[in-house]
């Protein structure tokens, strides 16, 4: 059965750094293309980032240079770094897994395959 499993979410102030992780198991980790996306309220889920088994890296442009995503193949995890966090940043982050990955798809939620129950992250003062 997979599970992916967000935790690390919180309250953090303007300006400030947090750092998610996505636990996965029930499905070859290496093998699957892991996204970060967010969801706040009243507004679609969109993409934030994702990253390719071998590494490869995509960020949507809001936060490009703020928020690194990383993985480990060895701990089945995905990490998401995100630094000078900004209010319109708060939203609940979910983590998700697909097996075929395509350029022109990877910021469209329908493509994943697996999600996790969200973790939340709130930019307040």
């Known amino acids: 059965q997979v599970h992916l499993v967000e935790s690390g979410g919180g309250l953090v102030q303007p300006g400030g750094s947090l750092r998610i992780s996505c636990a996965a198991s029930?499905?070859?980790?290496?093998?699957?293309?892991m996204g970060w996306f967010r969801q706040a309220p009243g507004k679609e889920r969109e993409f934030v980032a994702a990253?390719?088994?071998?590494?490869?890296?995509y960020r949507a442009d809001s936060v490009k240079g703020r928020f690194t995503i990383s993985r480990d193949n060895a701990k089945n995890t995905v990490n998401l770094q995100m630094n000078s966090l900004k209010p319109e940043d708060t939203a609940v982050y979910y983590c998700?897994?697909?097996?075929?990955?395509?350029?022109?798809?990877?910021?469209?939620?329908?493509?994943?395959?697996?999600w996790g129950q969200g973790t939340q992250v709130t930019v307040s003062s």
């Open positions: 029930g499905f070859t980790f290496s093998r699957y293309f």
């Open positions: 990253i390719r088994w071998g590494g490869s890296t």
């Open positions: 998700a897994a697909r097996a075929v990955f395509t350029t022109d798809t990877v910021n469209d939620p329908v493509r994943y395959e697996y």
